[in-house]
């Protein structure tokens, strides 16, 4: 079964930056499309960002465009999100997965904005 791990969430002031990084335990990592999605308190799941097996292509949403950046090391089961100009709504707990989602989310990682 594949384990996903996400790290790199904390606390940040507003209009700082955070990098993500989520390891795949699959060994077919490199042939999936990935992606990472947010929960916010009292809200449901929602995508933030999702990337191609091979990484040429890359979809957001309308709230991460221009600020956040995904990526992803297919060498070393990696997805990556760079997220900058952070704002106190990005507050959420962040995950990863494959797209479409496997049933199975890792604990995800929280990123909290706040002044």
């Known amino acids: 079964q594949v384990q996903l791990v996400e790290f790199g969430g904390g606390l940040v002031h507003p209009g700082g930056s955070l990098r993500l990084s989520c390891v795949h335990s699959g060994s077919d990592f490199k042939y999936r499309a990935m992606g990472w999605f947010r929960q916010a308190p009292a809200s449901q799941r929602e995508l933030v960002a999702g990337i191609t097996a091979g990484g040429v292509y890359k979809n957001y949403a309308n709230f991460a465009k221009g600020r956040f950046t995904i990526s992803r090391d297919n060498d070393n089961n990696t997805l990556y999100l760079q997220m900058n100009d952070l704002e106190p709504d990005d507050t959420a707990v962040y995950y990863c997965?494959?797209?479409?989602?496997?049933?199975?989310w890792g604990r995800g990682t929280l990123v909290t904005v706040s002044s």
């Open positions: 997965n494959e797209r479409p989602p496997l049933d199975v």
